[in-house]
């Protein structure tokens, strides 16, 4: 029976070895949480432009993660994109005259949201919008805009 | 018209093939009830086909993660991205890599023992033996192990992709100097739960039952000489890489296609 | 009817045929209670597939099998397999599981068809053993074994649960001489003391001829003669007489059928058109 323990023994390792990876892949990069859910909000918030922001792209303020955009949508009237933005519970207390911006980690990064606190005594709850936004920045167009600028100075001369 | 006669002939014999795999399959998945009762005997295959093959996957994914590592370290470098490697990594591994190879090295490893136990078994008459004393070697033998397969794969693919990972880090953090910080946090911003770490489950679980089900077929259909199992062994590992690489891509379009 | 008991296992207008080949063409067998009987013929004559027929695991052309009053091949998948726990069969080189020992062996069909405690199952077991002289061999493993023993141990698995039938695939074939006589001495033995029906498929006429209790000769897939041995023996049809002395020519022909050779070599030069006809 010596032969047979030994398979057990290795069986329950390999399983345990298994389990673990599981839970290495889940947790530690994949970024299951293990906390209280806090529960979540949405909020809203129009651009003119979203550039190549996606779905499931991260919020932030102040650099830290705060939720992640659940949804894009558009305006048919003021041919303005919506982003459905979904904070994290325990970020109950955004300012509600906070603005978002789309910025681009690195120069060709992911692009994400940052919120910029405001200063407002009331804070943002489900369904509000943000008021103040600020659109992405199109490398194409600052190109564009930067070699016009310098066009245009050279004909004041 | 000898060549369309001959290529008529090819299609019929695989159709059959495949005929007698579907019906082989429907039989072992009948078994599978009792398979899973017979606890010691399942840790036993388990053993055999998972516990055996660790140390294979995780050397191997130990080293494919640092090539990941150092091959996407140059690339992303390049673009002044190189934070980013974590998730380059992650991804590969999780998506793509972990799976596939791990059940590539499986189907070498365990899958071509499997055939060649089975088909040893048919050719010393242990399987007609069996049936003849009113026990069906197709739940007996064959479920218990194809049973322990799916068990065994996405274990082994998780594995692989986490020490990829480690290794990843080794080459990209300790050798190349990117910021652990970032390689984690990037990575952990990027993979999803769901529809990246999960659905590489499915792949691997899906990879399991297919390597290990042509594998189990191919010993059970061999022609029960010593030339006929050799063959079905061999044919177990070619067909058995085959079908990885052509479902990985059917499921891959059906999972990452947004 | 020599033995009295009226036939168990009944062969009636069997026909099988594998590929293009056919093996038997309208076989007729009976084989009586109690008795050992012989089925005796030259390799390839499809003794082996006889036995597969009898234990429903091929299905033949035409014909039926019937054992102890049921026609085997019109059971439903369970009555087959209770059948099949009323017959025990010895295969060729034994056909033990490897990767279990002796004892887990002989164990196998008693526990996977009985709810007796491990210790009934242990004395069962070694009883078992003990009937063929291997009780003390109870811890070795298949590969240990040599082919002798192999058989032995086979054969007490075969009677684990005690079947009325026990089928025996070429029990002799590659034995020596004395391994043989012993596992000859056994089967009637066992014939005997447990009541048994024994059927012996093999080509070992005159190891078998001593304790069978009745002889079928198949050739050319049908049986040429039936009898107790010695009128076997002293048959005088020559294709009986051909097998039992061990004729290397006769009425079974030494050459495979086909074209004579003249054709085969002649027709290569002569045949051209009727070659290119064929191909």
Redesign the interface.
């Known amino acids: 029976m010596t032969r047979d323990r030994k398979i057990e023994a290795a069986v329950g390792l390999f399983v345990v070895i298994g389990l673990a990876a599981l839970l290495m892949l889940a947790v530690r990069v994949g970024n299951l949480t293990l906390q209280t859910d806090y529960g979540s909000y949405r909020v809203t918030a129009r651009f003119e432009n979203i550039g190549g922001l996606k779905v499931r792209a991260p919020v932030s303020m102040s650099g830290i993660r705060i939720g992640q955009v659940v949804g894009l949508g558009f305006d048919p009237e003021t041919y303005e994109a919506i982003a459905t933005l979904e904070i994290d519970g325990r970020f109950a207390r955004v300012p509600a005259d906070s603005s978002a911006s789309i910025f681009t980690a690195g120069l060709l990064g992911e692009q994400y949201v940052s919120i910029s606190p405001g200063v407002d005594e009331e804070f943002l709850a489900a369904g509000d919008e943000i008021g103040l936004t600020q659109s992405a920045m199109i490398l194409e167009r600052l190109i564009g805009r930067f070699l016009f600028d310098k066009a245009s100075a050279g004909d004041g001369d | 018209m000898e060549a369309f006669a001959w290529l008529g002939r090819r299609v019929l014999d695989w159709v059959e093939v495949l005929g007698r795999g579907t019906v082989f399959l429907a039989r072992v998945l009948a078994g599978l009830p009792g398979a899973a009762a017979r606890v010691r005997d399942l840790v036993r295959q388990i053993g055999r086909v998972g516990a055996e093959s660790m140390v294979l996957i995780l050397v191997s994914g130990l080293f494919v993660g640092m090539v990941l590592g150092l091959q996407g370290y140059n690339m992303l470098v390049r673009f002044g991205a190189e934070e980013s490697l974590g998730l380059a990594v992650a991804l590969a591994l999780v998506r793509e890599l972990g799976p596939v190879v791990s059940a590539l090295l499986y189907a070498g490893r365990a899958g071509s023992a499997l055939a060649a136990e089975i088909g040893l078994m048919k050719t010393t008459e242990q399987l007609a033996a069996m049936g003849m004393m009113a026990v069906d070697p197709l739940h007996r033998v064959v479920a218990p192990r194809f049973l322990a397969g799916i068990i065994a794969v996405p274990l082994l693919a998780a594995m692989f992709s986490a020490v990829g990972v480690l290794g990843g880090q080794f080459v990209g953090v300790g050798l190349l100097g990117v910021d652990d910080g970032a390689f984690w946090s990037q990575m952990q911003a990027g993979v999803d739960l769901r529809d990246d770490i999960a659905n590489g489950i499915v792949k691997s679980v899906v990879f399991g039952v297919v390597v290990t089900w042509i594998s189990l077929f191919q010993g059970h259909d061999a022609v029960p000489t010593s030339e006929g199992v050799s063959r079905a062994t061999t044919r177990s590992v070619v067909w058995s890489s085959l079908a990885v690489f052509g479902l990985d891509f059917v499921l891959t379009s059906l999972m990452f296609n947004d | 009817m020599p033995g009295g008991a009226g036939p168990l296992v009944l062969v009636e207008g069997l026909s099988f045929q594998r590929g293009s080949r056919t093996v038997f063409d309208s076989l007729d067998i009976s084989m009586a209670k109690g008795e050992i009987t012989a089925v005796l013929g030259p390799s390839g004559v499809g003794k082996t597939t006889l036995l597969?027929l009898i234990?429903g695991?091929l299905r033949p052309d035409r014909g039926r099998v019937v054992v102890g009053g049921d026609e085997v091949h019109r059971l439903s998948r369970s009555r087959l397999?209770?059948m099949?726990?009323r017959?025990g069969?010895l295969?060729?080189?034994g056909?033990?599981?490897?990767d279990l020992d002796v004892f887990d062996n002989v164990a196998?069909?008693l526990r996977?068809?009985t709810r007796l405690s491990e210790e009934l199952i242990r004395n069962i077991v070694l009883l078992k053993l003990e009937a063929v002289g291997l009780r003390n061999a109870r811890h070795l493993w298949p590969r240990e074994l040599s082919g002798g023993m192999a058989r032995r141990v086979?054969l007490a698995?075969a009677i684990a649960l005690d079947p009325e039938i026990v089928l025996y695939d070429e029990p002799l074939a590659g034995q020596d001489p004395i391994s043989a006589g012993m596992l000859v001495a056994l089967m009637r033995q066992l014939n005997d003391s447990l009541g048994l029906t024994s059927i012996v498929v093999t080509h070992d006429v005159e190891e078998i001829a001593g304790i069978a209790d009745t002889m079928h000769v198949l050739s050319g897939g049908r049986c040429i003669a039936s009898g107790p041995p010695e009128e076997i023996r002293g048959s005088a049809e020559p294709s009986v007489r051909q097998f039992i002395q061990g004729l290397p020519d006769g009425p079974v022909p030494f050459h495979f059928p086909g074209p004579p050779i003249a054709e085969d070599l002649l027709g290569m030069a002569a045949g051209g058109p009727a070659a290119a006809a064929r191909a």
């Not at chain 3, 056909?95 to 490897?98: D, P, Q, S």
């Open positions: 597969k234990g695991e397999y209770a099949r726990r017959m069969v295969f060729q080189a056909a033990l599981f490897t196998f069909p996977e068809h086979a698995r």
